[in-house]
């Protein structure tokens, strides 16, 4: 099983929503709460960035390419991460993944196999 798995992606035309969902069925729940999470995307030919994050205590944190769009949360009882998309654009089309970070906010577990997003018309 692998130990993380998103989920969620798929086309959608602009302005609207996804919903992505990021679990980790092998990490036990006195891990993963005190963890931040966080989300990060890929686009072709693009370096991957982070774009939201949450810490253990839910202060998130975003990049202003999505602040006010994006909203990233956390459910701990079921070891799952969120990233609720609205008004999605062009350029919001890439490869989106999750990771643990540490305190530099750098991602610290192998990367999952990541979720595609595309926003076309």
């Known amino acids: 099983q692998a130990p993380l798995v998103e989920s969620g992606g798929g086309l959608v035309q602009p302005g609207g929503s996804l919903r992505l969902s990021c679990k980790f069925p092998r990490m036990i729940t006195s891990v993963f709460n005190p963890k931040i999470m966080g989300w990060f995307r890929q686009a072709s030919g693009e370096e991957r960035e982070l774009v939201a994050s949450?810490?253990?205590?839910?202060?998130?944190d975003y990049a202003d390419s999505v602040r006010g769009r994006f909203t990233i949360s956390r459910d701990n009882s079921r070891k799952t991460v969120y990233l609720q998309m609205n008004n999605l654009k062009r350029e919001d089309t890439a490869v989106y993944y999750c990771n643990t970070l540490n305190t530099a906010k750098q991602p610290e577990y192998n990367w999952g196999q990541g979720t595609r997003v595309t926003v076309s018309s």
């Open positions: 949450i810490t253990s205590d839910k202060s998130t």
